[in-house]
């Protein structure tokens, strides 16, 4: 990080959760992950995308949450968004089914690349459990500390904000969000869409029109699921946090 006390969080998310970065299981944490890169491991995302799910999203600014596991573990892929890849990196099997449920669900075509920031612009945090990952060993970082503050981000939205919509795809996003309030939010639950459950409930759950629906119903304005070609993604630095 090199230091928990070094760490360059978005601002609006700093004043919420910021606190948590000093914990002795965080400062913990940067040890783990500085010996692991001393030892010659290739940590995902790169140290400045560790944080660029908030960097994206400003804690005011959310409307609908998506929960992922853990980051992409091949070379190139993590970026720091949930089931995001950067433009010219292959689409993973689980967001191909996902751009196969928006077509299917509200007729938007499958874009020609796997970037979700602009999704992240507007108003969708993507958020993973554990924000790093080594190359080729899936929950690798699993359990070193990550968990707890993911968990202290989704209780800070689900207190202090109202009429968010949740999306929690498989069972251990569903577990991690056991601490969401229906009664105060939207939570829309299904099975993932990794190609071993994907056709278990996740294809046809329609989430997308019916997060619109709600957000709609709420006064918002609906996401844009659409995503624009390849050639005029804007991909400006971050430059807000910092990791190991």
Known sequence: MPDTDHIRLEPSWKA???????????????VFLRQRKQAGAHVFP?????FAA????????????????DPYHGAGQAHG???????????????DNIFKEINRDLGIARPDHGCLLPW???GVLLLNAV???EEGRAGAHQGKGWE??????????????????????????QAKGKVIDARRHRVLRAPHPSPLSAHRGFMGCAHFSA???FLAHKGKTPIDWRLPPRAELELAPSGNSSGP
């Open 120 to 122: 992240a612009r507007r």
């Open 54 to 69: 908030f960097d994206a999203t400003p804690f005011d600014q959310v409307k609908v949450v998506i929960l992922g596991q």
């Open 81 to 95: 968004l949930c089931f995001s890849v950067l433009p010219g990196v292959p689409v993973p099997p689980s967001l």
């Open 211 to 213: 997060t619109n629906q």
């Open 131 to 133: 924000l790093t990952v």
């Open 16 to 30: 919420k959760v910021g606190d948590w970065l000093q914990r002795p299981e965080m400062r913990e944490l940067a």
């Open 148 to 173: 707890g503050f993911t968990d202290h981000v989704i209780e800070r939205l689900a207190s202090e904000r109202e009429d968010l919509v949740f999306l929690l795809w498989g069972a251990y996003a």
């Open 46 to 50: 790169p140290g400045p995308q560790i």
